[in-house]
């Protein structure tokens, strides 16, 4: 038997905040929803009760809608993301992938070989595995909770599994001359986050969703929450240097929030406001990454560096400061707290390590002038 408290939603608004208020066969199911979204709240206990029911019906797990896994999980733990924004592209993708009302159970090895294919035929091995690394949390939050999920493959060394290989650790710095080419050859509105994140060294996330309000032009600096252990992530504070001030100030007038925008080529119709495209108009970078990803690598192909990622210009802002100033600017530059990554990051190009070696050459051949014996004349000797 079902009965609700307060009519046949089964929610209650507390302040800003709904609560499911309702109970089956006896159970009562109490607590904050999280969400000041009614629809939202409507969706999460429509979703709990069909599950509670099901499982007094037929003693087994309750069973989840995909749509339904999402929006619990961004409620309870995604939202709260420093990388928020893009588990929010991640969910969009899943429920249009996988279909909305398709059950958590029903994604078997099979289901999901054809997604991650299809996928791959888009996107890098890293960016699908990404996606598919946040199906897979969704999947691990919803067995906490008791709910039907699969037992999947997600990532093993024997046999089938769902993980790509993806290439070791490389990184390409970015010569002066390939960085010109590779800016004109970005779309216009495309060149100054890329810009921007050569000079500043900050990772894409920081550099896509940078704010006004993260710029402070009298004090001359750029706040930035970049990654951290701790809740939230940690502040990172760079200098506003005049060529960065000639960077950003071309982008004001473009949105009132976002710094770096795109002009939308083609109107897109939705019912979503914030998936809603008209063209001529600007939008922000951090709301739809796919014209972006796709310029990136028509661009990247036409410098003839078709591995060359994004982060690999943060690379190369460590690199350039490196040979400017040292490592311990870099580290500040890039916001490490160990030393050691930041070597990572500030490694020598391979020109650099052979000018390196020649002249360590040079001065030993000084130094053993005189003791070295000349190399023997190639050829047999008669006798």
């Given at each position: 038997?079902?009965?609700?408290?307060?009519g046949?939603?089964?929610?209650?608004l507390?302040?800003d905040?709904?609560?499911?208020?309702?109970s089956v066969n006896?159970r009562?199911f109490r607590?904050?929803?999280?969400?000041?979204?009614r629809d939202i709240?409507k969706?999460?206990v429509?979703a709990?009760?069909a599950a509670?029911l099901?499982g007094v019906?037929?003693?087994?797990?309750?069973?989840?809608?995909v749509?339904?896994?999402v929006?619990?999980?961004?409620?309870e733990?995604?939202?709260?993301?420093r990388?928020?924004y893009?588990?929010q592209i991640h969910n969009?993708?899943?429920?249009d992938e996988?279909?909305?009302?398709?059950?958590l159970?029903?994604l078997d090895?099979?289901r999901l070989?054809?997604?991650?294919a299809?996928r791959?035929?888009?996107?890098?091995?890293?960016s699908?595995n990404?996606?598919?690394g946040?199906?897979?949390?969704?999947?691990?939050?919803?067995?906490?909770?008791?709910?039907n999920v699969?037992?999947?493959?997600?990532?093993s060394?024997r046999?089938?599994?769902?993980?790509?290989?993806e290439p070791?650790n490389?990184?390409?710095?970015?010569s002066e001359?390939?960085?010109?080419?590779?800016l004109a050859a970005?779309r216009e509105d495309f060149?100054?986050?890329a810009?921007f994140?050569i000079?500043s060294?900050v990772r894409?996330?920081?550099?896509?969703?940078?704010?006004?309000?993260?710029i402070d032009?009298q004090a001359?600096t750029?706040?930035f929450r970049?990654?951290?252990?701790?809740?939230?992530?940690?502040?990172?504070?760079?200098?506003?240097?005049?060529?960065?001030?000639?960077?950003l100030?071309?982008e004001r007038g473009n949105?009132p929030?976002?710094v770096f925008?795109y002009?939308?080529?083609?109107?897109?119709?939705s019912?979503?406001?914030e998936?809603?495209r008209?063209?001529g108009?600007?939008?922000?970078?951090t709301l739809?990454?796919?014209?972006?990803r796709r310029?990136w690598v028509r661009?990247?192909q036409?410098?003839?560096?078709p591995?060359l990622?994004f982060?690999?210009?943060?690379h190369t802002?460590g690199?350039?400061?490196?040979?400017?100033r040292?490592?311990?600017?870099a580290?500040?530059l890039?916001?490490?707290?160990d030393?050691?990554?930041t070597e990572r990051?500030a490694?020598?190009?391979l020109?650099?390590?052979r000018e390196?070696?020649?002249?360590?050459?040079?001065?030993?051949q000084?130094?053993?002038?005189?003791?070295?014996?000349p190399?023997?004349?190639q050829g047999?000797?008669?006798g």
């Open positions: 038997m079902v009965r609700s408290r307060d046949r939603d089964g929610i209650k507390r302040g905040v709904y609560y499911e208020n309702f006896g009562q607590g904050s929803l999280k969400t000041g979204d709240a969706t999460l429509a709990k009760r509670a099901l019906a037929t003693g087994k797990k309750p069973e989840i809608t749509a339904a896994a929006i619990r999980h961004w409620n733990y995604a939202q709260h993301w990388t928020a893009q588990a969009r993708t899943l429920v996988l279909g909305a009302n398709t059950l159970s029903n090895f099979n070989s054809a997604f991650v299809g791959r035929a888009r996107l890098e091995n890293a699908v990404r996606e598919t946040h199906l897979r949390a969704i999947v691990n939050a919803c067995d906490e909770w008791g709910y699969p037992k999947l493959p997600w990532r060394s046999g089938p599994n769902l993980w790509l290989d070791e490389r990184q390409t710095i970015v001359d390939t960085e010109e080419a590779l970005l060149r100054p986050v810009r994140a000079v060294g894409r996330e920081n550099a896509l969703a940078l704010r006004w309000t993260q032009w001359e750029i706040t970049t990654k951290s252990k701790k809740p939230g992530g940690k502040l990172h504070v760079i200098a506003l240097t005049e060529r960065l001030k000639a960077i100030s071309r949105h929030e976002f925008t002009v939308c080529r083609h109107t897109v119709p019912p979503d406001p998936r809603r008209r063209r108009e600007r939008y922000p970078m739809d990454g796919q014209n972006f310029d661009a990247r036409a410098v003839g560096l591995e990622r982060h690999d210009l943060r802002a690199t350039r400061i490196t040979r400017q040292g490592i311990k600017a580290q500040k890039l916001g490490h707290a030393l050691r990554t990051y490694a020598f190009e020109g650099d390590l390196a070696m020649e002249a360590v050459d040079r001065t030993a000084i130094l053993h002038k005189g003791f070295i014996a190399a023997k004349k047999g000797t008669n």
